[in-house]
């Protein structure tokens, strides 16, 4: 039976084995952030339902005159950064909003890293 090689560290030009201490991700979850729980399963599927039903269109299109339904429960504020999985801090958006949001999102991470 046949073994396979070590595997190489995946930082670029490291050829350490796998577990290379100098190149290891930073971890999501910090000592001064907690995890939020998130909601899944049907308790999600049922809060969803709810959230469409309150908000039937895009809110952020409807902000820009345009009728879109959504297909997205969004945090308003990110559970990354502090946001709650309650009522109050989640809107009906679609697609292409989402989208747009995340990536916004994803450069503010990006800023706080540096």
């Not at 560290?9 to 000592?31: I, N, V």
């Not at 809110?59 to 109050?88: F, M, N």
């Not at 989208?99 to 890293?113: I, P, S, Y």
Request: charge should be positive; charged fraction near 30%.
């Amino acid at each position: 039976m046949a073994i396979a090689p070590p595997r190489l560290c995946g930082h670029p030009k490291c050829r350490t084995p796998l577990h290379c201490t100098q190149h290891q991700a930073a971890p999501w979850r910090t000592l001064e952030r907690p995890s939020v729980h998130r909601i899944r399963g049907r308790e999600l599927q049922r809060r969803r339902a709810r959230l469409f039903a309150r908000q039937p269109w895009c809110v952020l299109c409807l902000k820009d005159g345009k009728y879109t339904r959504p297909t997205i429960r969004d945090h308003i504020v990110p559970l990354a950064e502090g946001g709650t999985e309650d009522a109050s801090n989640e809107q009906a958006i679609c697609q292409t909003c989402s989208d747009q949001k995340t990536h916004r999102e994803a450069q503010r991470g990006l800023q706080r890293q540096r």
